[in-house]
């Protein structure tokens, strides 16, 4: 597809794809001749039944379909073709010499995009589907815009994890899966790094952003692929772990905390931190799983430094 830079007037032909369907062998063969001379890539098959199967395997960005045609109508393709979630949202343009009101009125109920009249005219033709072709560069340069800001919104732009926010909707969708299922549970980390504030004071903040990207890539190394990372705030950090055994998780809990206190930040201090963690289960909402987790880290701070409080609300030894 283009670049979503791209100027709308000025297409790259080749990149796209156009699928003709249509019994005449002398219509297939002109509109193939008028797009390809303009630099469309063509495919084509004469009849509904043949072409779903084949926009189903090589997907098209558009198609060109007839509706009068023997084996599969231009009607019962276009109704197969807009069920089916890889073919939904071709945009189909009819070619047809059925030009009544009642008629064109019922190829838009099915989802026709747009439709062309015979006898065939070359600059309608060519017209008809460059338009189509534009909205289809608009819309991905809308989905482009829609994807960074979804980026932006759900980013941390410090440490590029999941923000607060948007691990918050995670946690929630979790949830809601859980109470859908009855069953399971997934496992959060609180993170919380000690005497932080003190850092900053001390070393400025420059330096202390630098420690708090230092420990995120230290996380991001410390856990699965399928585990989610987040800043939660200045000092905090929230991992999410999804069907995870209590002792593989108190494993990764003292790795962190062990690996965070060998680190070396600015004059060549060092930190230490926190954890506190819950098993999330069925009964639990955001508020509740948030409630557990500050109440863990209030007693692993009471404790001493690097503490570690377990899913069981026990103390973890050996630390």
Known sequence: MPDAKTDLNLINYEKYTIHIVDDSRSIVALL??????KGYQITSTSNGQEAVAAINLNRPDLIILDVEMPVMD???TIKILKKNK????IPVIFNTSLTKPEVIENLFELGASDYISKPLVPKELLARVEKEIKNIMMQNILKEKIAKLAEVISTDPLTHTSNKLH???IINTKLEKLKQENRGVFSLMYI???NF????????INASE?????????LKRSIRDKDILSHWSWDKFMILFPQIIKDDLDNIAKTIGENIKKLHFQSNTSLTCCISMIEVSTSDTLDTSLYKLQTGMKEAKNIHKSAIISTDGRLLKGI
């Open 32 to 37: 193939s001749e008028l797009l390809g001379f």
């Open 197 to 204: 504030n003190s850092f900053t004071k001390v070393n400025g």
């Open 192 to 194: 919380d790094i000690d």
């Open 167 to 169: 691990m918050s909707s």
């Open 86 to 89: 890889r073919t939904s949202d």
């Open 74 to 76: 231009g009607y019962e």
């Open 210 to 218: 630098n420690a708090i990207k230092k420990i995120s890539l230290l």
